[in-house]
């Protein structure tokens, strides 16, 4: 009966340990993955239609964000983005600024003053409102002439993705691409002019507005920019930020295009695969997908995951309300588990970074 109670007692103190054990992880390299517009149903169709094949099946814990506004309970892509890039609701068509149009500072710059490296990516234009939301600060997400020059002094170590036009060819005849040309970045127009021994940062603008969807061509662009991307911003030792958004899901939302959606999710999903494979060779690495909000309320009738077939149905054009997904894999994974408000997912990558808000 004493080692009985000897034993329970070991395993109450282990179970203790454990726990605070699991709070003092430390992250040194973050991937955040946003699927702009990707719900529980637009995983499942891909699912579906990919027979049943997913690398967001790795995914260690699983937790689920409410992404409402500050003015309103459907977001649009800028609060949605905001919300995660400083911790903080935000009105629907603002970037990196609260409600009171008061700039906050990024996850990303954030990162930045640490002495991390940055990057981002997007198979839309960078200038778009996620990825603008984690460099920029506008009361307007549609000012993209503005947010191209809250590239310039960002620090950014490198970003992939469409806007060329708003960098370059503006109506105001600024030229942003001179200008961080001028800072030391390597400006180039696709992912084959990132030479691996320039040491330089790099900004890739790879179409004029935004990229092709993945039917009209745009082959592995996304999985390929990740993998170029995470492994030049691996070689600072003191660990790296990146957001990796597949933008197109939102708009195959918006359309009610189910085959550009699937196309779209399983293109996000050979990314997610691509981060998911770093972390295991990268001990500290953290990976977290999510979503800014559902697009489409997206419904799925039938279906048959041997065939690939699927059948399925839209209720709006536009977002809905209902919670996203959050994924989370490798360093400190467990700490995304549970229900929680989109603002969260800041606050819980600056205690992994080990960051003060």
């Known amino acids: 009966?004493?080692?009985r109670i000897i034993s329970v007692i070991s395993l109450f103190f282990v179970s203790i340990y454990a726990t605070f054990a699991q709070s003092d992880v430390r992250v040194k390299n973050i991937i955040l993955m946003i699927g702009d517009g990707m719900g529980v149903a637009q995983v499942y169709a891909a699912y579906t239609v990919n027979k049943g094949k997913l690398n967001l099946e790795k995914a260690q814990y699983i937790g689920f964000s409410k992404t409402s506004s500050a003015n309103s309970y459907i977001t649009d892509s800028g609060?949605?983005?905001?919300?995660?890039s400083i911790g903080r609701k935000t009105n629907n068509g603002c970037i990196g600024v609260d409600s009171d149009s008061?700039?906050?500072?990024?996850?990303?710059?954030?990162?930045?003053?640490?002495?991390l490296s940055t990057g981002l990516l997007a198979t839309s234009a960078i200038t778009h409102?996620?990825?603008?939301?984690f460099v920029a600060h506008q009361i307007s997400r549609y000012d993209t002439l503005e947010i191209a020059y809250d590239f310039i002094g960002s620090g950014i170590d490198i970003f992939i993705g469409g806007g060329r036009n708003h960098f370059e060819r503006r109506i105001d005849s600024a030229n942003i691409s001179d200008s961080l040309r001028k800072e030391g970045y390597s400006i180039v127009y696709d992912l084959a002019s990132i030479k691996a021994k320039d040491k330089n940062n790099i900004g890739c603008l790879v179409a004029d507005k935004h990229l092709l969807p993945v039917l009209n061509g745009r082959g592995d662009f996304l999985p390929d920019a990740t993998s170029l991307s995470l492994s030049r911003l691996s070689k600072n030792k003191k660990g790296f930020f990146v957001m990796i958004e597949g933008?197109?899901?939102d708009w195959a939302g918006h359309s009610n295009h189910i085959s550009y959606l699937v196309s779209e999710m399983i293109d996000?999903?050979?990314?997610?695969?691509?981060?998911?494979?770093?972390a295991d060779k990268n001990p500290g690495t953290l990976v977290v997908v999510t979503a800014d909000h559902e697009t489409g309320g997206l419904s799925l009738v039938d279906g048959d995951i041997h065939s690939g077939k699927l059948s399925s149905t839209f209720g709006t054009t536009d977002h809905t309300g209902v919670m996203?997904?959050?994924?989370?894999y490798g360093a400190g994974a467990e700490e995304f588990k549970g229900i929680y408000e989109n603002t969260e997912l800041f606050f819980k990558m600056m205690r992994l970074?080990?960051?003060?808000?």
């Open 129 to 133: 409102a996620t990825p603008a939301s």
């Open 79 to 84: 609060a949605g983005g905001t919300a995660i």
């Open 324 to 328: 996203v997904p959050v994924f989370a």
């Open 1 to 3: 009966m004493k080692n």
């Open 268 to 278: 996000f999903d050979k990314a997610v695969g691509v981060a998911f494979d770093f």
């Open 353 to 357: 970074y080990g960051f003060k808000p």
């Open 247 to 249: 933008s197109q899901i």
């Open 102 to 115: 008061v700039s906050l500072k990024t996850i990303l710059e954030i990162a930045e003053e640490n002495e």
